[in-house]
């Protein structure tokens, strides 16, 4: 997917094709006008400057006594089923990092199901480490599978 099909929108990062491809793949999806031309969101994710995401394992970096402002987490990441392992989930974390680096920010993080070993080896893919995982009993009490946290440190990030 070329770069010019991602935007962004506030926090969050969107994939957008033009509807009229909608059939080709039977999506569905949020539709809406653009320059006269129908499109539908087809991935997404959240981008969040913040130092912990409320019921998630909180990153370690950068320590205590930085500023929150250097620490993003990514969230909700998502790619429509008929286009996943296309390369539209890497090229929408890939323009998340880019602007996490204009937003000054040292730490990227993403938490990611235990069991989805595709979301796993996308992270990997785009440089993420392990950093820790969050307890069974805490997953058992939310409702959940178990989480793992995975850090990216941008500071040494080729973008």
């Given at each position: 997917?070329?770069?010019?099909?991602?935007?962004?929108?506030?926090?969050?990062?969107?994939?957008?094709?033009?509807?009229?491809?909608?059939?080709?793949?039977?999506?569905q999806?949020?539709?809406?006008?653009?320059?006269?031309?129908?499109?539908?969101v087809?991935?997404s994710?959240?981008?969040?400057?913040?130092?912990?995401?409320?019921?998630?394992?909180?990153?370690?970096?950068?320590?205590?006594?930085?500023?929150?402002?250097?620490?993003?987490?990514?969230?909700?990441?998502?790619?429509a089923?008929?286009?996943?392992?296309?390369?539209?989930?890497?090229?929408?974390?890939?323009?998340?990092k880019?602007?996490?680096?204009?937003?000054?920010?040292?730490?990227?993080?993403?938490?990611?199901?235990?069991?989805?070993?595709?979301?796993?080896?996308l992270?990997?893919?785009?440089?993420?480490?392990?950093?820790?995982?969050?307890?069974?009993?805490?997953?058992?009490?939310?409702?959940?599978?178990?989480?793992?946290?995975?850090?990216?440190?941008?500071?040494?990030?080729?973008?």
């Amino acid at each position: 997917f070329s770069e010019s099909l991602l935007y962004k929108w506030d926090s969050a990062t969107v994939a957008i094709v033009d509807a009229s491809r909608g059939a080709l793949f039977n999506m569905q999806g949020i539709m809406f006008v653009e320059d006269g031309e129908e499109r539908i969101v087809v991935g997404s994710l959240d981008l969040n400057q913040c130092l912990w995401l409320p019921d998630e394992l909180t990153g370690k970096r950068p320590g205590v006594t930085e500023s929150s402002h250097t620490r993003a987490y990514l969230s909700n990441v998502c790619v429509a089923k008929e286009l996943q392992r296309c390369g539209l989930g890497y090229a929408l974390v890939d323009k998340s990092k880019k602007l996490a680096r204009q937003w000054g920010i040292t730490d990227l993080y993403v938490h990611v199901a235990i069991n989805n070993e595709a979301a796993q080896k996308l992270y990997i893919k785009s440089g993420f480490v392990y950093e820790s995982e969050e307890p069974a009993q805490q997953a058992r009490h939310l409702g959940r599978p178990r989480r793992l946290l995975l850090w990216l440190d941008m500071k040494n990030e080729a973008l």
